[in-house]
């Protein structure tokens, strides 16, 4: 503008003019680059879309295990003729094996022995039918014979939404504000003397049970980011179980008394073998290296993996 005024071109009078102009055509140039990031970011983001429908689709698409209701009046999850591998390392062949309910099961044996993977292939036969752990194939021939599809797996990655208030995580709604006030009240209550009864303010840094209780309607950005892993153990219990009229016909549990302290364990078993005492509940357990068998207790049988095998042994 110097320039022009200089050279003549232009008068003082037409400096503002000349003004807006080269601002408006700055603002322009910015404006198009943002636009331009934008596109980018969306397209970007359109492609991550595309590769997780592409997963899923690969998922469900997957052969899974035979699973068939009993003939008759067993109530028992039989496995026959069942044959599975994943990838190279676990391979498994189970003849016949008969789980019988009101009975707590320690599945043990080494690690890549396959335990996780027959959790994750029972699970498969739930009411909500997940797709088998990638890499896990069934051989065709085999099957399992389950009373019921009311299967519950508390596994050893625990997943929560991001930006969601605790209440409706534990509800397993999107919106707890949605659901009825009267059944919400109710509800709160249980998870309020639930939460009591298994000490979960003491499982990290939550401070005391009021303000664990009050942080439930709070919208938290990663809820189970600031629990420790007891106290994550203990919300889905609390979720999948224990809000519930009766326990899951199947509870499966892989390594969750892992994480908790001992106080936490021995109240949890408590609870879980009174409420669960006409389910079938197989947990994977650890035994200790100087140990010759399970300890009779919580436990009622153990259901062992060895050299591709799984088979029932007394605890002791």
Not at 108 to 122: H, Q
Not at 132 to 143: K, R, Y
Not at 155 to 175: E, F, G, N, T
Not at 227 to 238: D, N, R
Request: net charge negative; with cysteine; charged share 25%.
């Amino acid at each position: 503008i110097g320039f022009l005024l200089e050279a003549g071109h232009i008068t003082n009078v037409d400096i503002f003019l000349y003004t807006r102009v080269i601002e408006d055509s700055i603002d322009m140039l910015m404006t198009r680059s943002r636009l331009q990031a934008k596109l980018a970011s969306m397209e970007t983001q359109k492609k991550r879309v595309r590769e997780l429908l592409s997963g899923l689709e690969a998922a469900s698409s997957r052969p899974g295990a035979r699973c068939e209701a009993p003939v008759g009046d067993s109530h028992a999850v039989q496995l026959l003729r069942l044959k599975y591998s994943r990838g190279s390392a676990v391979r498994v062949e189970i003849e016949e094996l008969a789980l019988q309910p009101g009975r707590v099961y320690a599945v043990t044996g080494g690690n890549g022995c396959g335990k996780s993977t027959l959790f994750g292939i029972l699970a498969s036969c739930g009411r909500s039918r997940p797709a088998l752990p990638a890499g896990v194939n069934v051989s065709a021939e085999g099957f399992i014979v389950l009373p019921s599809d009311d299967v519950a797996e508390i596994p050893q990655q625990l997943y929560c939404p991001m930006h969601i208030k605790p209440i409706s995580w534990l509800l397993r709604v999107a919106d707890a504000a949605r659901v009825a006030e009267d059944v919400l009240r109710s509800k709160e209550g249980q998870i309020r003397q639930l939460m009591a009864e298994l000490l979960f303010a003491r499982g990290g840094d939550a401070g005391d049970e009021a303000s664990v209780a009050e942080d439930l309607h709070l919208e938290k950005d990663d809820w189970y980011g600031e629990l420790s892993g007891g106290q994550k153990v203990k919300a889905e219990l609390i979720a999948q179980v224990f809000l519930r009229d009766a326990c899951p016909r199947l509870l499966l549990l892989d390594e969750s008394f892992a994480p908790l302290d001992p106080e936490s364990r021995s109240l949890v078993q408590e609870k879980l073998k009174r409420f669960c005492s006409d389910s079938i509940v197989l947990a994977i357990h650890h035994v200790d290296s100087h140990a010759r068998c399970v300890p009779r207790g919580f436990f009622d049988d153990n259901l062992h993996f060895e050299n591709g095998m799984a088979t029932l042994i007394p605890t002791c």
